[in-house]
């Protein structure tokens, strides 16, 4: 079983920044491939970025050069830097995981879920 954690949401100006944290736990050990879903209220949950364990990195063309997923294995935790943030990007965040990923952006790819965390971003 993974636990995943988020952190690291909350309100900013549209053009400010957030980064967003997610602490993976439990008993299943060994590296896992993470990504970052997120979701407007009435809508289906899409893909944002993510980073296999591999180190290989995704992101949304939406988000290509503005946002940042990493990981630090050491602390299994991973991170999404936002900059420039939209109004649009206003959503729910999710933290997914799976031992070993298949199409990043597919939510049927990924067995585990964190329980949110909001961001807003204000016009």
């Known amino acids: 079983q993974v636990q995943l954690v988020e952190s690291g949401g909350g309100s900013v100006q549209a053009g400010g920044s957030l980064r967003l944290s997610c602490t993976r736990s439990g008993t299943t050990i060994g590296p896992h491939s993470m990504a970052w879903f997120r979701q407007v209220s009435g809508k289906e949950r899409e893909g944002v970025a993510a980073i296999y364990a591999g180190g290989t990195t995704y992101y949304a063309d939406s988000v290509k050069s503005r946002f940042t997923i990493s990981r630090d294995n050491a602390k299994n935790t991973v991170y999404l830097q936002m900059n420039t943030l939209k109004p649009e990007e206003t959503a729910m965040y999710y933290c997914?995981?799976?031992?070993?990923?298949?199409?990043?952006?597919?939510?049927?790819?990924?067995?585990?879920w964190g329980q949110g965390t909001q961001v807003t971003v204000s016009s």
């Open positions: 997914a995981a799976v031992r070993n990923a298949d199409i990043w952006y597919a939510q049927a790819s990924w067995n585990y």
